[in-house]
């Protein structure tokens, strides 16, 4: 498993206001959060359990944390780096989340914070085939 995390706060990087739609109006913003009941209706927690576990505990009431959008997806469209794992396709997520909690926004405590949220693999992988 490769796990990552980016934090983007230059004047030229993307911003996602709240609450956010798609124009088609198919997607929204749903607030976890303060709604957990809300959870049911993210189709790729739905789909997914172990993605629902992880959004249930980011936008639990004991987070700083809570989340703003999410995907996974299966691909077969590996980079050169994913090589290594020999295998034919991989599967894909991301959860863009933000700090709810104002005490926790400074600057100086991200370089920590972040990397100790990254999820820990608890399976290896296996070569299917």
């Keep these: 498993m490769d796990a990552d995390f980016s934090?983007?706060?230059?004047?030229e990087d993307p911003v996602l206001?709240?609450?956010w739609?798609?124009?088609?109006?198919k997607l929204a913003y749903l607030d976890v959060k303060r709604h957990p009941e809300f959870l049911d209706q993210v189709e790729?927690?739905?789909e997914f359990p172990e993605l629902?576990?992880?959004?249930?505990?980011?936008n639990s009431?004991?987070?700083?944390?809570?989340?703003?959008?999410?995907?996974?997806?299966?691909?077969?469209d590996l980079s050169s780096e994913e090589e290594i794992y020999e295998a034919a396709h991989k599967f894909a997520s991301y959860v863009d989340c933000r700090i709810c909690r104002e005490r926790w926004r400074s600057k100086r405590r991200w370089?920590?914070?972040?990397?100790?949220?990254i999820p820990r693999p608890r399976t290896t992988?296996?070569?299917v085939g």
């Design 52 to 58: 629902k576990e992880f959004l249930s505990v980011l």
């Design 17 to 19: 206001d709240f609450p």
């Design 7 to 11: 934090i983007e706060l230059g004047h």
């Design 111 to 117: 370089p920590t914070f972040y990397p100790s949220i």
């Design 125 to 127: 992988c296996q070569r």
């Design 61 to 76: 009431p004991r987070s700083m944390l809570e989340t703003s959008k999410c995907d996974a997806w299966v691909t077969m």
């Design 44 to 46: 790729e927690a739905e």
């Design 21 to 25: 739609n798609d124009p088609s109006g």
